[in-house]
């Protein structure tokens, strides 16, 4: 990871609390994604994070991340769809995702969120849509993950990622668990109850400080260490989801000294973001998975993943500047 000056910090720190304040911001979604002005430069800077806009694109991808040595995990963007019509098109779109991956034979997971399949419209709708990859994805023996959103949504996630288990018995779903929120310490435990893979992330989204550590805190880092380490010596299914490469060292290091089964867990890394790091895992022997999002909806997403490292901003704006 690139670093600043350390009295760039402040603002560097501002930078990235700004960024994440954007990305939430669905007004602004709406004037980057849909105004034909903006549209091409948004494109211009996604690429090298997103996957493409259609299904075919995506797996294209994914066919390159497995011919590497790697698992990999799909996601159609989206979220925060209010109007039950657009949810069940959307759920549409995630089915031909599943029939493609199964008719390829593709070792690759689906990832959603449920408010991109109508939890806000409707709980009921969030869950019965979301049930429905889930079955999809297990009649051709294949993972789906739930994602994480934000704070306010995280009961509902979890409501119904848990009925899926309980009353389904969908033992093909996991879930996507943020190390920097406060609750986590509550709820790690209960999710632990059920045989979901746990998805551990440090966590994208601006907080505040009542709600969860700072992003670059040697808190958050701590923390992180220490729910990977609870899961994996308990044997659970997790992914460790984190491109900070001291997290990773330490967390091999453990899975080495404790001769941890390699069934129960693998890193994971988002394409276009560490990609040196999860090529290195690979070869010393871990199971590793990349994740790989498409669609046009990546306005929130490339807006958190530049904010994770604010030199991205430069990125970008070579991004913008280069030719197609």
């Not at 759920?91 to 690759?108: D, H, M, P, S, Y």
């Not at 986590?184 to 601006?206: C, E, S």
């Amino acid at each position: 990871m690139a670093a600043f000056p350390l009295e760039w910090q402040g603002l560097v720190d501002q930078a990235a609390a700004r960024l994440r304040a954007l990305a939430l911001d669905e007004n602004a979604k709406e004037k980057f994604c849909n105004d034909p002005l903006l549209q091409p430069y948004m494109h211009k800077v996604s690429q090298r994070y997103v996957a493409g806009r259609s299904v075919d694109e995506a797996l294209q991808r994914v066919e390159q991340i497995i011919a590497r040595g790697h698992a990999a995990s799909a996601e159609y963007m989206g979220e925060s769809v209010r109007e039950e019509a657009f949810a069940m098109a959307e759920t549409e779109v995630f089915l031909q995702l599943v029939r493609a991956i199964g008719q390829r034979n593709l070792n690759c997971s689906i990832s959603f969120d449920v408010s991109h399949v109508g939890s806000l419209a409707d709980l009921e709708l969030g869950y019965r849509n979301a049930r429905r990859i889930a079955l999809a994805a297990a009649e051709i023996n294949r993972e789906v993950m739930i994602s994480m959103e934000g704070a306010d949504r995280a009961d509902d996630i979890y409501a119904i990622y848990t009925r899926l288990h309980r009353e389904d018995d969908l033992r093909n779903v996991g879930i996507t668990v943020p190390a920097k929120r406060h609750r986590t310490a509550q709820d790690l435990p209960q999710l632990m109850k059920l045989p979901g893979r746990i998805r551990l992330v440090k966590g994208a989204f601006l907080e505040p400080p009542g709600v969860a550590h700072e992003r670059n805190s040697p808190e958050l880092a701590a923390t992180y260490h220490r729910y990977a380490q609870e899961l994996l010596l308990s044997g659970h299914k997790c992914s460790i989801a984190t491109h900070d490469s001291n997290i990773q060292a330490g967390i091999a290091d453990l899975i080495v000294q404790e001769r941890i089964d390699p069934r129960w867990f693998e890193f994971e890394s988002l394409i276009g973001l560490g990609t040196e790091q999860i090529d290195a895992l690979q070869a010393r022997g871990f199971p590793t998975r990349e994740y790989a999002v498409f669609g046009e909806e990546h306005f929130l997403y490339v807006l958190n993943r530049i904010a994770e490292e604010p030199v991205r901003v430069y990125q970008a704006i070579i991004d913008l500047s280069a030719d197609q």
